[in-house]
């Protein structure tokens, strides 16, 4: 916002220098981003955050100046019996709820309608705002100054000589005063007259009713309208105006009518007329009094690390146009003014006084920090270990945005999926939360292969969301050649066994032995190229290479994609915690081969595990070697070897004893998985 020192000077005397002006009010929260000559004229450029409406104006910013300050204040006092005194007619009709909770209207008559006088022209042109004539500039005056937004319209061509507020028909239109035409959708707030709609409520006036050198009588318009709507108007016609902006952000019920009391004051100085009628209607019950916030004097002083005494705890507030009653023990009960709906709490007053004190005036201090032990979280441990191992093995870790689309969702074949919608979404990209890591990798991937990375060696660990709640997981993604290796012509491609390998040494770190590889037969993995990881009896994840279907609805040309995902809250309570020391034997391990032809759907974990359950006390360690396929092997089998190691950390082993016990699980291989010895 544009801010005239020479039409501020109309509210506000100071004497300080404009560069020593600009530092206070920045240090106050309103950032002074430029300082500019316009002629005679110094000009700031202040950045006003959304919850300050009430500096989207001359007043407002003058109001800040005077606290700085502590200056008098000057706000100019229109002459309400002009308006009191008129006759009432009905002549305006808020048609329901619509979204509009006050609109004032006044008629005024014989106005004579010129070029604007040369002070209001020079605090117009300072600001960047172009004069039009004296109407239209009293109202885009009264506007800067007050922040209250308000519209004439040429009265008589109002047909019927009536405003309506209403929503806008179907297949509607209106030509703006910037000579567009704007489609109109029926959610949109216009004001009406008997025929046709002659403005978007909030936004801009309609060219057909404008006020123009001829215009005899006029109708001024000053309302309050729903912030939510007015902004969802802007953004649909891609129409923004110095109004919306302040209808975006709130102006003061309160003052709807005061402010355009100020108008007609300056119209019949500026330009003549009388009033012929006025009024101002109230679509919602206001509230009679707004709530007192109290606070004492200790809390305000706690809270900033400095001593503020009452008297001018007081004096701030006061002049910030807060209602300040100070009770015995230096309590203080306030209630906010109806311009500043931002305070809530006892922290806003603690800050409205620390801002206007100045923070650069604030004495800096160490907090005093008291030694405390950090109890170790599982969880941060389990987080740092997964990372550490994955980057050991070459990972490279990603974050995503958690919010996402539900197209990107289908296109990962996880439509079925129950998801979390966002309520008001920034775009259709961020529209719900995602309930699944995989699309966010798929994103990731397809960006970098778009930008000639091929090999990928990918990991996330985050959260997903569900209706149920929210969990995290780990998720992992590989493509491409394992290794960039100068001594390999042919460089190896990364297969199932990589990611299946990435997530056992894993498990292994985290000192995780019980778990189990089943298959998996979701149709986002290739078949036969997916499985679930069971751990505890539950399915805490799986891992796959994605179906060509998938990686054509993402457009990856590239084939052989792995992914992982798997949750983390049964790995953290599933980890040991601490490594305990294991002795090395000091006795000779004995290896010993087994060769089987096993069914083509055993799983090596379900082999694994009926070898370490048959009573082989001494067996530490299986290795699968081999598989074999061919003429001497039964259809529907599969030919296995596997390398059993035998240790004892107390003597060295006899040949009887690994003997009995490797025909002990050769034996129940064959009776538990109908194994064939070959």
């Known amino acids: 916002m544009k801010i005239s020192l020479n039409w501020l000077e109309d509210y506000v005397s100071f004497k300080v220098s404009p560069e020593v ?17 316009v002629g005679k004229d110094t000009v700031f450029e202040l950045e006003i955050t959304p919850n300050r409406p009430d500096c989207l104006s001359f007043i407002g910013i003058a109001r800040e100046v005077s606290t700085i300050l502590n200056v008098p204040l000057k706000i100019p006092k229109p002459c309400r019996d002009r308006t009191l005194s ?14 509009c909770q006050r609109y004032f209207g006044a008629v005024i008559k014989d106005v004579k309608v010129g070029e604007s006088p040369q002070w209001l022209k020079d605090y117009l042109v300072a600001i960047g705002s172009r004069p039009i004539n004296n109407i239209v500039d009293i109202t885009n005056f009264v ?10 319209f040429d009265y008589d061509k109002l047909t019927g000589g009536k405003i309506i507020v209403r929503h806008a028909n179907a297949n509607e239109s209106i030509v703006a005063i910037d000579e567009k035409e704007y489609k109109l959708d029926p959610f949109m707030l216009v004001i009406a007259d008997t025929k046709r709609s002659v403005a978007v409520a909030g936004v801009m006036g309609g060219k057909e009713t404008e006020v123009s050198f001829q215009t005899k009588n006029i109708l001024l318009e000053s309302a309050y309208f729903d912030q939510g709507l007015i902004r969802r108007v802007a953004r649909k016609l891609g129409l923004s105006s110095d109004s919306s902006y302040r209808f975006e952000r709130g102006v003061d019920l309160d003052s709807v009518r005061l402010w355009a009391e100020r108008a007609i004051s300056l119209i019949q100085e500026i330009a003549g007329g009388t009033i012929f009628a006025s009024a101002d209607i109230l679509a919602v019950q ?31 507030l006061s002049k910030l146009g807060f209602s300040v009653v100070v009770s015995a023990k230096d309590s203080l009960s306030v209630k906010a003014p109806s311009f500043r709906r931002d305070i809530k709490a006892g922290v806003d007053i603690i800050e409205e006084i620390a801002r206007v004190i100045g923070y650069d005036n604030i004495p800096v201090s160490l907090p005093a920090v008291r030694m405390s032990k950090i109890e170790n979280s599982m969880s941060r441990i389990c987080r740092e270990t997964i990372g550490n191992v994955l980057t050991g093995l070459g990972l490279n870790e990603v974050i995503s945005l958690t919010m996402i689309s539900k197209k990107v969702l289908q296109k990962a074949g996880l439509e079925s999926l129950s998801v979390v919608s966002v309520g008001n979404p920034l775009s259709v990209e961020q529209e719900i939360m995602r309930p699944s890591i995989l699309p966010s990798l798929l994103s990731i991937a397809l960006s970098n292969m778009n930008k000639g990375q091929k090999d990928l060696k990918l990991f996330e660990m985050g959260k997903v969301y569900l209706p149920s709640g929210e969990k995290e997981v780990l998720g992992i993604l590989m493509v491409g050649r394992q290794h960039r290796d100068w001594r390999k012509s042919l460089k ?10 990435a997530f056992e040494r894993i498990l ?7 778990y189990l590889i089943e298959p998996n037969h979701e149709v986002i993995f290739q078949t036969g190229q997916g499985v679930n990881v069971i751990i505890g009896g539950k399915s805490v994840g799986r891992i796959g290479k994605f179906s060509a279907d998938i990686l054509n609805q993402w457009d990856i040309k590239k084939a052989g994609l792995y992914f992982a995902e798997i949750d983390l809250d049964p790995l953290y309570a599933q980890t040991t915690p601490l490594s305990r020391y294991q002795p090395i034997s000091e006795y000779p391990a004995i290896t010993r081969d087994i060769s089987l032809a096993v069914k083509g759907d055993v799983a090596f974990a379900q082999i694994q595990k009926v070898a370490f359950d048959s009573n082989a006390k001494h067996l530490t360690s299986m290795e699968f070697i081999e598989e074999y ?13 596997f390398s059993l ?10 040949d009887d004893e690994i003997n009995g016990c490797h025909e002990n699980i050769r034996r129940n291989l064959v009776e538990k998985l109908a194994a064939i010895p070959r």
């Open 143 to 152: 506007l800067m100054e007050t922040g209250q937004p308000l519209h004439a």
């Open 629 to 641: 396929k061919g003429e001497k092997i039964a259809s529907g089998y599969r030919g296995v070897v």
């Open 508 to 514: 292994e770190k985290l000192q995780i032995q019980n």
């Open 21 to 37: 002006l600009a530092h206070k009010l920045t240090m106050s929260g309103l950032e002074v981003e430029k300082i500019s000559a």
């Open 286 to 316: 206001r509230k009679t009094t707004e709530p007192k916030i109290r606070i004492s004097v200790a809390e305000i002083n706690n809270l900033l690390g400095f001593s503020v005494n009452c008297a001018r705890c007081k004096t701030i």
């Open 492 to 501: 190896d491609e990364i297969d199932f066994y990589d990611i299946k390998g």
């Open 645 to 654: 190691t035998y240790q004892s950390s107390e003597k060295t082993l006899s």
């Open 86 to 99: 008129c006759p009432y007619r009905k002549f305006i009709t808020i048609a329901g709820k619509i979204g």
